[in-house]
């Protein structure tokens, strides 16, 4: 069965920077999109960003273009997303998300496996 495992997630000061890793098996990852989504407390989960099977596609919400940097290694069969100039607002349980085929998706209908999540937690 498919498997997805985060990593990397943890408390971090306003502005600092954290790296989440997300490791895929029981599928062949190449082959697919991959996203990650965050939720907040009494929230929606939400879209944060997706990159497409070759890694040469990506997409961001605008709240984090320009600070969050998504990419896969399909060696390691694992996706990333590096986030930079955290904010409070960025604080919230991070899941990866595997896409249903090879383009990437900005709603939650567009994957079909989901990770456990990792927790973000950003003091201020």
């Known amino acids: 069965q498919v498997q997805l495992v985060e990593s990397g997630g943890g408390l971090v000061q306003a502005g600092g920077s954290l790296r989440l890793s997300c490791a895929a098996s029981g599928r062949t990852f190449s082959s697919y999109a991959m996203g990650w989504f965050r939720q907040a407390p009494g929230r929606e989960r939400e879209f944060v960003s997706f990159?497409?099977?070759?890694?040469?596609?990506?997409y961001y919400t605008a709240s984090v273009k320009g600070r969050f940097t998504i990419s896969r290694d399909n060696a390691k069969n694992t996706v990333y997303l590096q986030m930079n100039s955290l904010k409070p607002e960025d604080a919230a349980v991070y899941y990866c998300a595997s896409a249903r085929g090879p383009d990437g998706d900005t709603s939650l209908r567009g994957y079909d496996y989901w990770g456990q999540g990792t927790q973000v937690t950003v003091s201020s």
């Open positions: 990159i497409n099977r070759s890694g040469r596609s990506t």
